[in-house]
C-alpha cells in the first residue's frame, strides 16, 4: 500500500477532525499530496493541495477552515478540519501527483469517511 489515509469518523456540525495520510518514501519527497473528497451523487472534488516545497492551494469552500501540511520526516501529510458543516460530509482521498520523464503520475488512497451531523 502506497498511501493510507485515517482520521474520518462523526462528528457535531462546528467540530473538527484531522485526517493523516502516510506514503511511502519514494513517493512522498517529490509528490505534491492532496486531498480530494467526493459525496454521495457527486463527482470527487479537490479539496487541498501542498507541493514539495510546502506552497498550498485550497477549494474555495474550505478556505479559511481546513489546513493541509505536510511532515516529511514522516512522510505524511495531514488534513485539519475545523467548523466542519454538514456540507463537508464526504469520502476523502489523499492523492500524491508524483513528476515523471513524460508528465506525472497520480497514486491514491483508499478513502476515509467524513460525516457531519447533529
Known amino acids: 500500500v502506497q498511501l493510507q489515509a485515517s482520521g474520518g469518523g462523526l462528528v457535531q456540525p462546528g467540530g473538527s477532525l484531522r485526517l493523516s495520510c502516510a506514503a511511502s518514501r519514494s513517493i512522498f519527497s517529490v509528490s505534491t499530496m492532496g486531498w480530494f473528497r467526493q459525496a454521495p451523487g457527486k463527482q470527487r472534488e479537490l479539496v487541498a493541495t501542498i507541493t514539495a516545497v510546502g506552497n498550498t492551494n485550497y477549494a474555495d469552500s474550505v478556505k479559511g477552515r481546513f489546513t493541509i501540511s505536510r511532515d516529511n520526516a514522516k512522510n505524511t501529510v495531514y488534513l485539519q478540519m475545523i467548523s466542519l458543516k454538514p456540507e463537508d460530509t464526504a469520502v476523502y482521498y489523499c492523492?500524491?501527483?508524483?513528476?515523471?520523464?513524460?508528465?506525472?503520475?497520480?497514486?491514491w488512497g483508499q478513502g476515509t469517511q467524513v460525516t457531519v451531523s447533529s
Open positions: 492523492n500524491a501527483r508524483r513528476p515523471s520523464l513524460v508528465g506525472y503520475n497520480d497514486y
